[in-house]
């Protein structure tokens, strides 16, 4: 296997510097690529459990993108992928999974919309969901932001995730959010903003819930090199037993250039959540990453995360950190290196749990 990988990556390498035509054209503003990501994963803790298992893991990810509407109002693609994972120790964890993805907008700068839906056959774990499993994943959601003056502008959607788990434990759910935020321009780069997000959360395992975030904030660009969106405010969950609580909210998404070919991009939230076996959760959590361009072909990047997760009886600390480094080898092969630390630290024996990961994957797109 570890052969047939590696006359994999070479051939992908040499066989697309060959080939001239990078597309289909398919008609007027439409094209199709052929896309593809051959990688290796050398994974120290499979199951994301207290009791370690390692492996190493090829994945073998062909797909297909047609994307429309170049240089028009109107624009979208459909992302279809089939990703398979095989395991040199664990073959019975070996899987075939497919996704799909179709995004659109529409953009005449005084009406902007979006519209995206995908279905996700996922295996993976998290600090939520452990011992790779099985789940499916619908999606769809639209977004709208209208200009009702010069300096005034309304913008309201609608999110819908369906999660089905394949494992017992594990409840599946409907997520359903809906926010409307109204924009008032005060300098001709920056907007205040007053909105409010309903969500609505029904699960199969635990209470279903509906939270209430009532927010202020501002977006654009807060000075030459600061840019991004940030609100503050009051969030609410109203549980299905009929108990209701408060927790001030925030979520912050910025990003400053600190060099022309860097920049730093960070945040934090503070919102409700419930885990897949039913847990209702409080969420605080922050984030930063680093990025910069070294030159044409090769680029840097680090990244930092926690989460602090309160539970009804204990709180979870989880923190994830990244490295990785990227090279264009050349118009239609991009490849990645990448390390991944893991690790959540719990009253609970069962809950803890850290995790090493080091990827290496050549991605196709032509």
């Keep these: 296997m570890k052969k047939l990988v590696h006359i994999a990556f070479t051939t992908l390498a040499l066989g697309t510097a060959s080939h001239a035509a990078p597309f289909l054209a398919i008609g007027d503003g439409a094209e199709l690529f052929v896309t593809g990501t051959l990688g290796v994963r050398s994974d120290d803790n499979i199951f994301a459990s207290n009791t370690a298992i390692s492996d190493t893991i090829f994945d073998i990810n062909p797909g297909v993108e047609v994307t429309f509407g170049k240089d028009a109002a109107l624009k979208g693609a ?31 700068a005084k009406l902007k919309l979006k519209f995206n839906t995908g279905f996700h056959e996922l295996n993976q774990n998290s600090v939520d969901i452990r011992g790779l ?3 499916d994943q619908f999606v769809v959601g639209t977004d709208a932001e209208v200009e009702i003056s010069q300096i005034t502008a309304i913008s309201a959607g609608v999110k819908f995730t369906h999660d089905n788990y394949k494992r017992t434990g594990y409840g599946d759910s409907d997520d359903l959010t809906v926010p409307v935020d109204v924009y008032y321009k005060i300098t001709p780069k920056v907007d205040l903003s007053a909105g409010y ?40 969950r109203e549980l299905s037993n009929g108990n209701d609580e408060t927790l001030p909210g925030f979520d912050a998404k910025l990003t400053y250039e600190l060099t022309p070919k860097t920049s730093l991009q960070f945040g934090g939230s503070n919102d409700y959540g419930t885990s897949p076996q039913g847990d209702q959760q409080k969420n605080l959590a922050f984030n930063a990453s680093v990025s910069t361009n070294v030159d044409d072909q090769w680029s840097l990047n680090a990244g930092l995360s926690s989460r602090s997760i309160e539970y009804a009886a204990r709180t979870d600390d989880f923190i994830e950190g990244n490295l990785g480094v990227n090279y264009i080898l050349n118009a239609y092969v991009k490849i990645a290196a990448t390390y991944t630390y893991r690790n959540n630290s719990s009253v609970l024996a069962s809950g803890e749990f850290s995790n090493n990961v080091f990827s290496l994957s050549a991605s196709l797109r032509y």
């Design 78 to 108: 459909l992302t279809l992928v089939d990703a398979f994972a095989n395991y040199s120790d664990n073959s019975n964890l070996n899987t075939n999974l497919f996704t799909g993805d179709f995004r659109a907008s529409y953009d005449d």
């Design 133 to 135: 499993t099985r789940r």
């Design 197 to 236: 997000r309903y969500r609505s959360y029904e699960t199969t395992v635990g209470l279903d819930s509906t939270d209430h975030y009532f927010n202020v904030g501002a977006r654009g660009s807060f000075t030459p090199k600061l840019t991004g969106q940030f609100t503050a405010g009051i969030n609410t």
